[in-house]
Nanobody, 130 residues
Framework: QVQLVESGGGLVQAGGSLRLSCAASGRTFSSYAMGWFRQAPGKEREFVGVISSSSWSDGRTLYADSVKGRFTISRDNAKNTVYLQMNSLKPEDTAVYYC????????????????????WGQGTQVTVSS
């Protein structure tokens, strides 16, 4: 069982930055791929990015086209935490952001589909004003 808790959301002006954190419980964090998803009001949950498990490397990353070049995912296995650094934020980035964990395709797999993730955090609100 893995429990995930996101933090770091808030209100920011367009062009600004935020860093979201997702703290995980358990001793096997490094064996999980960690994904970030978001859901805007009235829209379906969408994939933002993922970092694979990383027993011997920093892990592979993959990003949605809409955030590529602006968002960066990293992980600190010693702290059981994954981060989402968001730069050059736009109003269309406004959403509730969720982290999720999966062992599907690990090690080193990048998993895009939400249904492949077994554990989810409660979400953190990010609001970008224009």
């Amino acid at each position: 069982q893995v429990q995930l808790v996101e933090s770091g959301g808030g209100l920011v002006q367009a062009g600004g930055s935020l860093r979201l954190s997702c703290a995980a419980s358990g001793r096997t964090f490094s064996s999980y791929a960690m994904g970030w998803f978001r859901q805007a009001p009235g829209k379906e949950r969408e994939f933002v990015g993922v970092i694979s498990s990383s027993s011997w490397s920093d892990g592979r990353t993959l990003y949605a086209d809409s955030v590529k070049g602006r968002f960066t995912i990293s992980r600190d296995n010693a702290k059981n935490t994954v981060y989402l650094q968001m730069n050059s934020l736009k109003p269309e980035d406004t959403a509730v952001y969720y982290c999720a964990a999966t062992r599907t395709g690990q090690p080193m797999g990048v998993v895009l589909a939400a249904h492949e993730y077994n554990y989810w955090g409660q979400g953190t609100q990010v609001t970008v004003s224009s």
